[in-house]
């Protein structure tokens, strides 16, 4: 069963930062381009940026400028850089495979609030 190990979330208010850390099986790692995805309170989960596995970024619109998705290949561990925080950033945020593995990691809550 893949495991993911997601780390970094946390409250922060609107307009602040946080770097989301996703430690990823090696060998899935270095195969896939991988994702960072979220799901809000009784919505569903939804991807919001990938990179293929030579480093190649794609944000979704309402991030486009504000988060950054970043790979070491080396430690096998993905990043997103989240800036710019609003309260509708707030989920629980997963990393996976862009075509997701069956198995989900716990994710990282992100609340952002005044």
């Known amino acids: 069963q893949v495991q993911f190990v997601e780390s970094g979330g946390g409250l922060v208010q609107p307009g602040g930062s946080l770097r989301l850390s996703c430690v990823v099986p090696?060998?899935?790692?270095?195969?896939?381009?991988m994702a960072w995805y979220r799901q809000a309170p009784g919505k569903q989960r939804d991807m919001v940026a990938f990179i293929s596995v030579d480093g190649h970024p794609f944000h979704i619109n309402s991030v486009e400028g504000r988060f950054t998705i970043s790979r070491d290949n080396a430690a096998s561990t993905l990043y997103l850089q989240m800036n710019d925080l609003r309260p509708d950033d707030t989920a629980v945020y997963y990393c996976?495979?862009?075509?997701?593995?069956?198995?989900w990691g716990q994710g990282t809550q992100v609340t952002v609030s005044s």
């Open positions: 996976n495979s862009w075509t997701p593995q069956p198995s």
């Open positions: 090696t060998d899935i790692f270095r195969a896939h381009t």
